[in-house]
């Protein structure tokens, strides 16, 4: 967009985007650093988000915030993408750039920064349940976070290993997998577990053996009540981190990004509980 009398825009793409509250969170944030832009939420079946992004590119968006399977489907759309959706296979932001629609891929420095907030990963060893997007991303965050160990463990073993052989490519952090069971056995050398159990496909059943009162243990879940894991870690006083945490850090990175403005993570946290409940 030239012209200042213009709003600048930002939009959801969502398959599903009902229910989803990146427009709430950011017209908090947009309320708060007083710019007068405007947040659509828009429903875009996968099959049409080519066209979808074409809009945005054509009508000067600054940008969109990616939900659902679109997320994988943008990538191929982009005249650009960051080391991190590259190494997750993933945009859940593109942003307009001079150069043209640059994607990023934030949801594993959200989950690093709510981890940062209660402890510094750097020399952990990291179990990370789930190598769909958010489990690469999450891997690549903690491995550059200077993590020694990623143990990863995904129902699907030729995603668990596809994960494991990116990981040691990176060359700064060990990696192996573990089988996945319905329950699985935290190792004992583990100090922080990350549950990032892809959405796509019916949710497993699954419960973690061994939560210890010395764990950090992290759940992407977006539930108002606590998920399965975070009421097992509690129960045995582990830190906890859920995923009301590791969302409201993922927005105010996503918010950064489009507007340059820093946005009060607790002020999106209290948002997001008000948007839930």
């Not at 100090?191 to 699954?206: L, Q």
């Not at 969302?247 to 105010?252: D, E």
Request: glycine share 8%; proline share 6%.
């Amino acid at each position: 967009m030239t012209s200042p009398a213009l709003q600048e825009i930002i939009a959801l793409l969502g398959a599903p985007a009902a229910g989803n509250p990146a427009q709430y969170l950011h017209e908090r944030g947009l309320e708060a650093a007083g710019l007068d832009w405007r947040f659509l939420t828009l429903e875009v079946e996968p099959v049409r988000l080519a066209d979808a992004i074409a809009g945005v590119r054509a009508m000067g968006f600054r940008g969109c915030v990616l939900w659902g399977p679109l997320r994988a489907a943008a990538l191929p759309l982009v005249d650009a993408a960051s080391p991190a959706a590259s190494f997750s296979l993933a945009a859940s932001l593109i942003e307009r750039q001079p150069s043209g629609l640059f994607a990023h891929m934030t949801d594993g420095r959200g989950a690093l920064e709510a981890v940062r907030s209660h402890v510094d990963p750097a020399g952990a060893r990291v179990l990370i349940l789930g190598a769909g997007a958010a489990g690469r991303a999450t891997a690549l965050e903690f491995a550059l976070a200077g993590v020694t160990e990623i143990v990863v463990c995904d129902r699907d073993v030729d995603r668990a290993a596809a994960l494991v052989e990116a990981i040691a490519r990176l060359d700064t952090s060990e990696a192996v997998a573990i089988p996945w069971q319905s329950a699985i056995e935290i190792p004992e050398r583990v100090g922080i577990v990350v549950s990032a159990i892809p959405t796509e496909g019916p949710k497993p059943a699954v419960e973690c053996l061994g939560i210890r009162n010395d764990l950090v243990v992290a759940d992407f879940a977006l539930v108002p009540q606590p998920s399965p894991m975070i009421a097992a870690a509690v129960r045995q006083g582990a830190c906890t981190i859920d995923g009301l945490d590791i969302h409201s850090a993922k927005t105010a990175i996503d918010f950064q990004t489009l507007t340059g403005v820093e946005v009060d993570t607790d002020m999106l946290r209290e948002a997001l509980d008000e948007y839930l409940s």
